[in-house]
């Protein structure tokens, strides 16, 4: 994998989206805990997190809906990558940004805001 800038950033077959989104990550032991997505793509995540599993452990993502299982490629302080077994669909993509957009509304509705658009 290429980097394409000074910071050293990872060419990617997919792009990813910038994203808040609670989720919960569970091992194939069946521990699980809340984490966030900060990024995502069809192919994997930016995932943030109080216990980051190790490199090569194998997880599951919930996200709102399933993403599926997830090997962790990399992982620094609370932050680590995850690479889907299997390519999430665009539609279910689409899904997750959705609950993003749907969080945003209902957090600016109960604090009085009125939505940027």
Known sequence: MGTNDKD???????PRIKIFQPA??????????????????????????DAPPEVGAQVRLVCGIQLG??????RSG???GV????????AEL????????????????RVGLTAVR
Request: net charge positive.
């Open 94 to 109: 689409d899904v997750v940004v959705r609950k993003q957009q749907e969080l945003i509304q209902t957090m600016t509705q």
């Open 69 to 74: 299982a997830a090997r962790v490629q990399w």
């Open 24 to 49: 919960e990550i569970r091992s194939g032991a069946g521990e699980q805990s809340r984490v966030h997505l900060l990024n995502i793509s069809t192919g994997g995540a930016l995932v943030y997190g």
């Open 78 to 80: 609370r932050r680590f």
């Open 83 to 90: 690479a889907f077994a299997r390519p999430i669909a665009p």
């Open 8 to 14: 050293g950033a990872h060419e990617r077959a997919a």
